[in-house]
């Protein structure tokens, strides 16, 4: 029992030590959809997400234009800062 009892108390040590070294990163993520380069109005949303790293945040960061056909295309986009 005490065998047991030393491990988890030295688990949860260093579960706590790694954890300090972890940013926080708060991300704004959109998707808006264009038909004949006209905004769709139903598409103007942004989302805010957490995430956390050790690196820097700039890791989550993404800019990119899905092509749905000819007339259609997705602006999908992630911008992430230290929060």
């Known amino acids: ?4 009892f030393f491990f988890l108390f ?6 706590s ?3 300090c070294g972890m940013k926080e ?6 998707d808006f959809l264009y038909h ?4 769709d109005p139903r598409s103007d949303s942004i989302f805010t997400v957490l995430n956390y790293t050790k690196s820097d945040c ?8 899905v092509v749905m056909d000819s007339v259609t295309y997705i602006h999908h986009g992630v911008m992430c800062k230290e929060n």
Do not use: S, V, Y
Not at 25 to 30: T, V, W, Y
Not at 58 to 65: A, L, S, V
């Open 58 to 65: 700039e890791q989550f960061n993404e800019d990119q234009i």
């Open 17 to 19: 030590l790694t954890g």
């Open 36 to 39: 004949n380069n006209i905004l």
């Open 25 to 30: 990163c708060e991300c704004q993520a959109f």
């Open 10 to 15: 030295a688990l949860a040590g260093i579960l």
């Open 1 to 4: 029992m005490k065998k047991l």
